[in-house]
T-cell receptor, first 113, second 110 residues
Framework: DTGVSQDPRHKITKRGQNVTFRCDPI?????LYWYRQTLGQGPEFLTY????????KSRLLSDRFSAERPKGSFSTLEIQRTEQGDSAMYLC???????????FGPGTRLTVL | QKEVEQNSGPLSVPEGAIASLNCTYS??????FFWYRQYSGKSPELIMS????GDQEDGRFTAQLNKASQYVSLLIRDSQPSDSATYLC??????????FGTGTLLAVQP
């Protein structure tokens, strides 16, 4: 049973560029979550999907952020017109419908120059 | 007031001692609670989950929950240097999202 995977693991970009991250959840996990973590803070919830439906979005998620899970399997998180304040670790987690335990992937570390 | 609060530490304990990590939460509707361990530069790793009042034990780890006091704790017995990490407390409310504290840095001294 493979865990949650994320790609890329590291991304360095220039301010104003668009970036896209991918998350593959644990197989048969219906729920998929995105969190963001900055240094010295706990992860902050961004959004979550149940199958392909996006059920909740944080108010932190500005209109520059968009997430999709088109076929209810992998998910992508896109950030348009990146800003230096977007520099963070972006974490993906998944859980099954039968338990609320969330398992995290390795994260994508974004650096915006 | 933050929804989940933890002392940021560092909490320093000698090897072999019991480390006690504490967490309080503000949302009385929170239904389940989790402790994650996070090594520097890595992602959170689940240690324990607890859903009802009382103690839950798993190996060297014991999670304690007191819903009346809105208090969650994690005890690590026979602490090892490899336990040195940040410990994150998280609460799940009515929706499925987790609300995390800022984490407590634990340093186990050999």
């Amino acid at each position: 049973d493979t865990g949650v995977s994320q790609d890329p693991r590291h991304k360095i970009t220039k301010r104003g560029q668009n970036v896209t991250f991918r998350c593959d959840p644990i197989s048969e996990h219906n729920r998929l979550y995105w969190y963001r973590q900055t240094l010295g803070q706990g992860p902050e919830f961004l959004t979550y999907f149940q199958n392909e439906a996006q059920l909740e979005k944080s108010r932190l998620l500005s209109d520059r952020f968009s997430a999709e899970r088109p076929k209810g399997s992998f998910s992508t998180l896109e950030i348009q017109r990146t800003e230096q304040g977007d520099s963070a670790m972006y974490l993906c987690a998944s859980s099954s419908l039968y338990t609320d335990t969330q398992y995290f992937g390795p994260g994508t570390r974004l650096t915006v120059l | 007031q933050k929804e989940v609060e933890q002392n940021s530490g560092p909490l320093s304990v000698p090897e072999g001692a019991i480390a006690s990590l504490n967490c309080t939460y503000s949302d009385r509707g929170s239904q389940s609670f989790f402790w994650y361990r996070q090594y520097s530069g890595k992602s959170p790793e689940l240690i324990m989950s607890i859903y009802s009042n009382g103690d839950q034990e798993d190996g060297r780890f014991t999670a304690q929950l007191n819903k009346a006091s809105q208090y969650v704790s994690l005890l690590i017995r026979d602490s090892q240097p490899s336990d040195s990490a940040t410990y994150l407390c998280a609460a799940r409310g009515a929706t499925n999202k987790l609300i995390f504290g800022t984490g407590t840095l634990l340093a186990v001294q050999p």
